[in-house]
């Protein structure tokens, strides 16, 4: 059971890793939007 427990902590910190990459350029982009209004000119 330690093994299966062990695969479950590491699938679920991946997930999180991968939502955070995914999230992340997405915060970057709308706070540079909102920073910056001329660039999107």
Do not use: A, G, R
Not at 26 to 31: A, F, P, S, Y
């Amino acid at each position: 059971m330690k093994e299966f427990e062990l695969t479950v902590h590491f699938l679920s910190y991946f997930l999180i890793l991968s939502y955070f990459i995914n999230t992340m350029p997405l915060i970057m982009q709308t706070e540079s939007k909102t920073l910056n209004p001329n660039l999107l000119k």
